[in-house]
């Protein structure tokens, strides 16, 4: 579990050194295939293996390396945020989010000036800033769309607003790339149809840089799906 990835990080092994700790990457990854193509009997199993507050403890921890919060972060958004699933959400699910928001939050403001400008000469950082528009905001936007925000007491919704202050704020500095700036700008439109719209203001210089990356953002969108898909068809076809 969680302890036992924790020391073998510890001891220095990596997600790529043949180890454990590809083992437990790799077990995640299973379990992600696994929800491809909609199967109640799957999605129920994986649910009681990962439930959303366990997910949101593996996300926030230090030691939890990026291949597995991408991975975990995929898992929350298809077990308890897809619309396809019709149903109410877990009860744990609010709280699971709200803990997700504050640590993006607290990773946002620990980061360094200028750390997600497409300009900036520190490559170590692109890896937040991937993380960022890769992984979180399909996970926040999934969370806007739905009804999970609607349940929520006003001082969580108050973590929401200043989420999107921060996103306000790296959008105004227009020097992300413009299919990224453009995911984060849709996080930000879903979260003013909640009014969880903070202090900061989107400048139109701002929004005009977004918007110059939504037939890029969209077309990557697409491919996604087609890839899922193809991948979904190709296990029904192995089954048969």
Same mark, same amino acid.
């Not at 360094?112 to 937040?128: I, K, V």
């Not at 607003?161 to 990224?180: A, F, H, W, Y």
């Given at each position: 579990?969680?302890?036992?990835?924790?020391?073998?990080?510890?001891?220095?092994?990596?997600?790529?050194?043949?180890?454990?700790?590809?083992?437990?990457?790799?077990?995640?990854?299973?379990?992600?295939?696994?929800?491809?193509?909609?199967?109640?009997?799957?999605?129920?199993?994986?649910?009681?293996?990962?439930?959303?507050?366990?997910?949101?403890?593996?996300?926030?921890?230090?030691?939890?390396?990026?291949?597995?919060?991408?991975?975990?972060?995929?898992?929350?958004?298809?077990?308890?945020?897809?619309?396809?699933?019709?149903?109410?959400?877990?009860? +744990? %699910?609010?709280?699971? !989010? $709200? =803990? #997700?928001?504050?640590?993006?939050?607290?990773?946002? /403001?620990? @980061?360094?000036?200028?750390?997600?400008?497409?300009?900036?000469?520190?490559?170590?950082?692109?890896?937040?800033?991937?993380?960022?528009?890769?992984?979180?905001?399909?996970?926040?936007?999934?969370?806007?769309?739905?009804?999970?925000?609607?349940?929520?007491?006003?001082?969580?919704?108050?973590?929401?607003? +200043? %989420?999107?202050?921060? !996103? $306000? =704020? #790296?959008?105004?500095?227009?020097?992300?790339?413009? /299919?990224? @700036?453009?995911?984060?700008?849709?996080?930000?439109?879903?979260?003013?149809?909640?009014?969880?719209?903070?202090?900061?203001?989107?400048?139109?210089?701002?929004?005009?840089?977004?918007?110059?990356?939504?037939?890029?953002?969209?077309?990557?969108?697409?491919?996604?799906?087609?890839?899922?898909?193809?991948?979904?068809?190709?296990?029904?076809?192995?089954? #048969?």
């Amino acid at each position: 579990g969680r302890r036992e990835r924790a020391s073998l990080i510890a001891a220095g092994e990596t997600a790529a050194s043949g180890g454990l700790l590809e083992y437990h990457i790799e077990v995640l990854r299973l379990l992600d295939t696994m929800l491809l193509g909609y199967n109640r009997d799957a999605y129920a199993s994986v649910q009681v293996l990962l439930p959303p507050d366990k997910i949101t403890e593996d996300l926030v921890s230090s030691e939890c390396p990026v291949e597995a919060k991408s991975l975990l972060l995929n898992l929350l958004r298809r077990l308890y945020l897809s619309r396809d699933l019709n149903h109410k959400p877990h009860p +744990l %699910l609010g709280e699971a !989010l $709200v =803990d #997700l928001i504050r640590h993006v939050c607290n990773q946002l /403001k620990e @980061a360094p000036a200028g750390c997600f400008s497409r300009y900036y000469p520190d490559q170590t950082h692109h890896e937040l800033q991937s993380l960022l528009t890769s992984d979180w905001a399909p996970v926040l936007l999934a969370a806007l769309r739905g009804d999970v925000f609607g349940v929520l007491s006003a001082d969580h919704k108050a973590v929401g607003t +200043l %989420l999107i202050d921060r !996103l $306000v =704020d #790296l959008l105004n500095e227009c020097s992300m790339e413009p /299919k990224q @700036a453009y995911t984060i700008l849709s996080v930000v439109d879903a979260a003013k149809q909640l009014h969880l719209s903070g202090a900061s203001i989107l400048s139109d210089k701002a929004h005009e840089h977004a918007q110059s990356g939504a037939k890029a953002a969209q077309e990557q969108q697409l491919e996604q799906q087609q890839r899922q898909q193809h991948s979904s068809s190709s296990q029904q076809g192995a089954g #048969l």
